[in-house]
């Protein structure tokens, strides 16, 4: 049974949420991405357009997320990969206002979410939109779980912060019915019991519980599993596709791990250095990939149906926000760069490639990289 579908139709609260946000954009003159129902035919739920990112380094302001353009429509899982640093979580949270202002700063761009710009709205508003419309799962549990309080308790607090009005026994009969959807055991027993009393797949999966308690629209997962031993992250996926498939939020997850993306993900955008290197469909991607940086976290990655001896990492470091090389700044660690003076000095700008759909490459010469295979261009056999 579709849990959230049924607690919306008792309690109506999520509806009475949507209908809020409704009266709330309908006030507003319409925007671009109001009209924009994108190439696909969709009205994204999130249209996010050149937004920009400065933090405060080393006594000035330095670029840590720059000309991020990206929608997500309504019940597609979009990635967000890259390394350490990439700028995959300052691209996501500073639209929800959750990055320390100073040291960074917004310095430019639009989020555009079901009509309104989430840039443009106060403290207040963007908090009672986050956790009810707008809902995160984090790397780390315990930064959402409050320690010396049950775990029944604090999910159903969320609830309640944002439907005060209903049943205490209604409340808790949603708590225990989310926390059986996300594969605590007893969730009657467990309700009663205190976050340390939980191991971390445990703790994470009530998190996610939380994060849907209230039917969001949009579910944002930052490296949701990369804390975890590796049986346990594939059970926690295991999880998140299925809230996925039950409460059909849209969501976009973030990760450095490319194996997650085909699991889970219908589009993906690859990030190097606060710039989008590369962007499209995921078998696109995996199969014509536009990018060295792309290529190279693919070869990285093992592939389970071949006896590798060794995995190719990507030679060299990302480079810090102060430290940005030039041009592209993937050049030190391309191999395809070869000393080139254009990748040295010119910026490559994010452009379509042969491949259509969407698909786009911030490389000077992704044409060169037609017909490369990667490990990943053949299907896997069944
Ligand atoms: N509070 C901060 N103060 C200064 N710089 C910051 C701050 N938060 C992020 N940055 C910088 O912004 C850049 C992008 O960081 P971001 O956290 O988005 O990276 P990420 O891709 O999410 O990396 P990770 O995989 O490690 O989470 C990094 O260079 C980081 O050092
Ligand atoms: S622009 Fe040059 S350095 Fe950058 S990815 Fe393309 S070939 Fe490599
Ligand atoms: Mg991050």
């Given at each position: 049974?579709?849990?959230?579908?049924?607690?919306?139709?008792?309690?109506?609260?999520?509806?009475?949420?949507?209908?809020?946000?409704?009266?709330?954009?309908?006030?507003?003159?319409?925007?671009?991405?109001?009209?924009?129902?994108?190439?696909?035919?969709?009205?994204?739920?999130?249209?996010?357009?050149?937004?920009?990112?400065?933090?405060?380094?080393?006594?000035?302001?330095?670029?840590?997320?720059?000309?991020?353009?990206?929608?997500?429509?309504?019940?597609?899982?979009?990635?967000?990969?890259?390394?350490?640093?990439?700028?995959?979580?300052?691209?996501?949270?500073?639209?929800?206002?959750?990055?320390?202002?100073?040291?960074?700063?917004?310095?430019?761009?639009?989020?555009?979410?079901?009509?309104?710009?989430?840039?443009?709205?106060?403290?207040?508003?963007?908090?009672?939109?986050?956790?009810?419309?707008?809902?995160?799962v984090f790397q780390d549990p315990m930064t959402s779980l409050n320690p010396v309080l049950k775990i029944g308790y604090q999910l159903a607090e969320a609830?309640?912060?944002?439907?005060?009005?209903?049943?205490?026994?209604?409340?808790?009969?949603?708590v225990v019915e989310l926390l059986r959807l996300v594969g605590v055991p007893n969730p009657e027993t467990r309700y009663d019991q205190y976050p340390h009393e939980f191991s971390g797949g445990m703790r994470q999966r009530a998190m996610i519980a939380m994060s849907i308690a209230?039917?969001?629209?949009?579910?944002?997962?930052?490296?949701p599993t990369t804390a975890l031993d590796?049986t346990i992250q594939?059970q926690v996926?295991e999880v998140l596709?299925?809230v996925?498939?039950?409460?059909?939020?849209?969501?976009?997850?973030?990760?450095?791990?490319?194996?997650?993306?085909?699991?889970?993900?219908?589009?993906?955008?690859?990030?190097?250095?606060?710039?989008?290197?590369?962007?499209?469909?995921?078998?696109?991607?995996?199969?014509?990939?536009?990018?060295?940086?792309?290529?190279?976290?693919?070869?990285?990655?093992?592939?389970?149906?071949?006896?590798?001896?060794?995995?190719?990492?990507?030679?060299?470091?990302?480079?810090?926000?102060?430290?940005?090389?030039?041009?592209?700044?993937?050049?030190?660690?391309?191999?395809?760069?070869?000393?080139?003076?254009?990748?040295?000095?010119?910026?490559?700008?994010?452009?379509?490639?042969?491949?259509?759909?969407?698909?786009?490459?911030?490389?000077?010469?992704?044409?060169?990289?037609?017909?490369?295979?990667?490990?990943?261009?053949?299907?896997?056999?069944?």
């Amino acid at each position: 049974m579709n849990a959230s579908t049924e607690y919306d139709a008792e309690g109506q609260a999520a509806g009475r949420a949507a209908a809020r946000a409704a009266r709330k954009a309908a006030k507003k003159p319409a925007t671009k991405a109001q009209n924009d129902i994108g190439p696909t035919g969709v009205r994204p739920i999130l249209e996010v357009t050149d937004l920009g990112v400065d933090f405060w380094v080393g006594g000035e302001w330095i670029p840590a997320a720059e000309h991020i353009n990206y929608r997500v429509n309504p019940s597609e899982v979009l990635a967000i990969v890259g390394e350490s640093g990439s700028g995959k979580s300052v691209s996501t949270l500073s639209i929800l206002g959750l990055i320390p202002q100073p040291p960074g700063r917004i310095v430019s761009g639009s989020a555009i979410f079901k009509g309104t710009d989430l840039l443009k709205m106060k403290q207040r508003e963007l908090r009672r939109f986050r956790g009810e419309e707008l809902a995160m799962v984090f790397q780390d549990p315990m930064t959402s779980l409050n320690p010396v309080l049950k775990i029944g308790y604090q999910l159903a607090e969320a609830i309640k912060t944002h439907h005060p009005k209903e049943p205490d026994a209604k409340v808790k009969a949603r708590v225990v019915e989310l926390l059986r959807l996300v594969g605590v055991p007893n969730p009657e027993t467990r309700y009663d019991q205190y976050p340390h009393e939980f191991s971390g797949g445990m703790r994470q999966r009530a998190m996610i519980a939380m994060s849907i308690a209230n039917s969001p629209s949009l579910l944002i997962a930052d490296e949701p599993t990369t804390a975890l031993d590796v049986t346990i992250q594939a059970q926690v996926l295991e999880v998140l596709k299925t809230v996925q498939a039950e409460t059909n939020a849209a969501t976009i997850l973030i990760t450095h791990d490319l194996g997650i993306v085909a699991e889970l993900c219908e589009r993906v955008i690859v990030m190097y250095a606060g710039r989008i290197v590369e962007q499209g469909d995921v078998h696109t991607i995996f199969r014509n990939p536009r990018h060295p940086y792309t290529i190279g976290l693919m070869d990285s990655l093992p592939k389970l149906t071949e006896d590798e001896d060794w995995l190719r990492p990507i030679p060299g470091q990302p480079p810090s926000l102060i430290h940005r090389p030039p041009g592209c700044a993937f050049h030190p660690r391309c191999f395809l760069s070869q000393g080139r003076l254009r990748c040295r000095e010119e910026v490559p700008p994010l452009r379509p490639t042969d491949t259509g759909d969407g698909h786009s490459s911030a490389c000077h010469f992704s044409e060169e990289l037609v017909g490369h295979r990667s490990k990943f261009s053949d299907p896997v056999p069944a």
